[in-house]
């Protein structure tokens, strides 16, 4: 009578498959094996080796990744946002609707620098060859528009214009310098008409600033 080593547990070539990512069941498809025996001869070299289910998860990589209605529909409003505007949504942006498309992208940066995107964004996300890194162009736009929603929200807190060389550092500083850069752009004619009328619209009086002077008197004589 000859002995059967292919029943012998653990058998090396299961143990070997399941080594390199491979499901019980998956193994069983392909050895034509019931999966209740794949599972018997598995849970022998798990006892005898304790470094074999991490090195099966290492290979078999992060588990698929959930794709939800909602984060589609992000998607396709992601897309079309850029398509129409030539920039990305920014976090800063006055819209609650372009802050949250902004947090949804960056979340999809992380997880394609991670190697974990799904297949189903990163196939949408195509339709955006650089949406991993904007062109210099979309990320200057995006920087301009993040300080003229800044410098919006600080004047609607009751601020005057902020200054550019009064204060070294900090929120007044760094719109002051942004303010001041305009400014000068303005006068020598370099300030796209569009931004020029943003401004114009959304800041009136963006261009003299702070009036010299006694402050203006808020009450009667």
């Known amino acids: 009578m000859t002995t059967r080593r292919r029943t012998a547990a653990p058998n090396a070539e299961w143990v070997l498959m399941y ?33 074999l289910q991490a090195e099966h998860e290492k290979a078999a990589g992060p588990p698929p990744v959930q794709v939800s209605g909602q984060g589609l529909a992000r998607m396709h409003q992601l ?21 949250t498309l902004a947090s949804w992208l960056e979340r999809r940066r992380r997880d394609a620098a991670a190697g974990t995107l799904a297949p189903a964004y990163r196939d949408g996300l195509a339709a955006l060859p650089d949406w991993q890194r904007p062109p210099r162009s979309v990320a200057d736009e995006t920087r301009w528009q993040d300080r003229l929603a800044a410098l919006l929200r600080y004047r609607a807190a009751g601020h005057d214009w902020p200054r550019h060389k009064a204060v070294l550092s900090g929120e007044e500083h760094d719109l002051g310098v942004w303010l001041h850069a ?32 006694r402050k203006p008197r808020t009450g009667t004589v």
Do not use: C, F, N
Not at 79 to 99: F, K
């Open 182 to 213: 305009q400014r000068q752009k303005a006068r020598r004619g370099e300030l796209e008409p569009a931004k020029a009328g943003a401004l114009d619209e959304m800041l009136p009086g963006w261009r003299s600033g702070r009036q010299r002077g």
């Open 19 to 51: 080594r390199g990512g491979l499901t019980r069941s998956r193994i069983a498809a392909l050895t034509r094996a019931p999966a209740a025996t794949i599972g018997y001869h598995l849970s022998v070299a798990l006892r005898t080796d304790p470094g």
């Open 79 to 99: 897309v079309a946002l850029v398509q129409e505007t030539s920039r990305y949504p920014s976090r800063t942006a006055a819209d609650a609707d372009e802050r």
